[in-house]
């Protein structure tokens, strides 16, 4: 059993900043790539980044520049610092990872819960 746990969201005025985090326990062996993703009421969910195991990142273009992806693989964690905010970033917020679990030879894709990220203008 594999659970993703984001914390970090919350209310912020527009041009601060908040950190996400998003751990990762339960029997892991070995984690792929971490992404973040994000879902406004009415619209699709969103990748907004992601992170290889080689730290190799890539970034949607809505929010390059402004937010960034890390992880402490010693902690099985994945981080987002999103700064310059908009009230446009309003959305939940999900982390997925895709873990293989010890025992097993195939990778899952785990999500997180969400946690929600308000930008007041």
């Known amino acids: 059993q594999v659970r993703l746990v984001e914390s970090g969201g919350g209310l912020v005025q527009a041009g601060g900043s908040l950190r996400l985090s998003c751990a990762a326990s339960?029997?892991?062996?070995?984690?792929?790539?971490m992404d973040w993703y994000r879902q406004a009421p009415g619209k699709q969910r969103e990748l907004l980044a992601a992170?290889?195991?080689?730290?190799?990142?890539n970034y949607a273009d809505s929010v390059k520049g402004r937010f960034t992806i890390a992880r402490d693989n010693a902690k099985n964690t994945v981080y987002l610092q999103m700064n310059s905010l908009k009230p446009e970033d309003t959305a939940v917020y999900y982390c997925?990872?895709?873990?293989?679990?010890?025992?097993?030879?195939?990778?899952?894709?785990?999500w997180g819960q969400g946690t929600q990220v308000t930008v007041s203008s």
């Open positions: 997925n990872a895709r873990i293989r679990s010890s025992g097993y030879l195939k990778y899952g894709n785990y």
């Open positions: 339960g029997n892991i062996f070995t984690i792929d790539h």
């Open positions: 992170i290889t195991s080689g730290d190799s990142t």
